[in-house]
C-alpha cells in the first residue's frame, strides 16, 4: 500500500493518507505527479522498457524526456548502504526526478514548505519531484525494488545538496514502514 505521512519540521507526525486518490490530488495541489500505473509482469531491463513503452511514450511527451533507464537494488546488493547513504541528505535537482515503481518500495521525502510529505512509493506508482524542490529518497537498510528513471539531460539530474539535516529528524523509510505497514 502506498502511503503519505505528513510531519513538520522537526519531525513530529501531522497526518496519514492511505487512499491513493487522496494522495494524489494532495500532491497534485502542490505540482507533484502521482500516478498508479498497472504492473506488467516482466524482469529485465530490455523487456520492462518493451513492456512499458506506450507509458514511457505518454510521459516522454508530457515532460519531454529524451531516455529512461531500469534501476534495480536488493537486499544482498554489496553496496547497499552507501547507496542509501547517497540520496539520504536533502538535495534539488535543476531538472524533474521522475520515477516508476516495478516491484519493491521506496520513501520521497519531499519538503514543501514547512511541512515534509513523505511518500511511500510501491510497485504501480509513479512520483515526480519537481525541480528545484527539497527533498531526499530512502530506501531503507534492506533495499528493495526496480524503478524506471527518466531524464532530460544527464546533468539535470545532478544532487545540489541543501545542507540541512532535516532528513535526520524525519523517521526514515524502515520506520514508517513498521508502523504503518504489516509486510
Ligand atoms: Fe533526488
Same mark, same amino acid.
Given at each position: 500500500?502506498? %502511503?503519505?505521512?505528513? =510531519?513538520?519540521?522537526?519531525?513530529?507526525?501531522? /497526518? %496519514? @493518507?492511505?487512499?491513493?486518490?487522496? &494522495?494524489?490530488?494532495?500532491?497534485?495541489?502542490?505540482?507533484?505527479?502521482?500516478?498508479? /500505473?498497472? &504492473?506488467?509482469?516482466?524482469?529485465?531491463q530490455e523487456d520492462i522498457l518493451s513492456a512499458y513503452q506506450d507509458d514511457i511514450q505518454r510521459i516522454n511527451e508530457t515532460f519531454h524526456f529524451i531516455s529512461v533507464d531500469v534501476a534495480s537494488i536488493?537486499?544482498?546488493?554489496?553496496?547497499? *548502504? @552507501?547507496?542509501?547513504?547517497?540520496? %539520504?541528505? @536533502?538535495?534539488?535537482?535543476?531538472?524533474?526526478?521522475?520515477? !516508476? !515503481? &516495478? *516491484?519493491?518500495?521506496?520513501? !520521497? =521525502?519531499?519538503? %514543501?514548505?514547512?511541512?515534509? =510529505?513523505?511518500?511511500?512509493c510501491e510497485e504501480g506508482d509513479l512520483i515526480s519531484v519537481p525541480a528545484g524542490t527539497p527533498h531526499w529518497f530512502d530506501m531503507g537498510k534492506n533495499p528493495h525494488f526496480t524503478a524506471i528513471r527518466f531524464f532530460t539531460i544527464p546533468e539535470g539530474w545532478v544532487a545540489n545538496f541543501t545542507g540541512s539535516n532535516i532528513s535526520e529528524v524525519i523517521p526514515d523509510h524502515d520506520s514508517i514502514v513498521s508502523s504503518w505497514l504489516t509486510s
Amino acid at each position: 500500500m502506498s %502511503l503519505l505521512v505528513v =510531519y513538520d519540521e522537526t519531525g513530529n507526525f501531522l /497526518w %496519514l @493518507e492511505k487512499d491513493h486518490q487522496a &494522495i494524489s490530488q494532495k500532491l497534485r495541489d502542490m505540482g507533484v505527479l502521482f500516478e498508479r /500505473w498497472s &504492473i506488467k509482469p516482466v524482469k529485465g531491463q530490455e523487456d520492462i522498457l518493451s513492456a512499458y513503452q506506450d507509458d514511457i511514450q505518454r510521459i516522454n511527451e508530457t515532460f519531454h524526456f529524451i531516455s529512461v533507464d531500469v534501476a534495480s537494488i536488493t537486499p544482498d546488493h554489496p553496496k547497499k *548502504e @552507501e547507496l542509501r547513504n547517497m540520496f %539520504l541528505k @536533502e538535495h534539488t535537482h535543476s531538472d524533474f526526478e521522475v520515477r !516508476f !515503481f &516495478i *516491484e519493491g518500495r521506496g520513501t !520521497f =521525502y519531499l519538503h %514543501l514548505q514547512d511541512k515534509v =510529505y513523505a511518500v511511500v512509493c510501491e510497485e504501480g506508482d509513479l512520483i515526480s519531484v519537481p525541480a528545484g524542490t527539497p527533498h531526499w529518497f530512502d530506501m531503507g537498510k534492506n533495499p528493495h525494488f526496480t524503478a524506471i528513471r527518466f531524464f532530460t539531460i544527464p546533468e539535470g539530474w545532478v544532487a545540489n545538496f541543501t545542507g540541512s539535516n532535516i532528513s535526520e529528524v524525519i523517521p526514515d523509510h524502515d520506520s514508517i514502514v513498521s508502523s504503518w505497514l504489516t509486510s
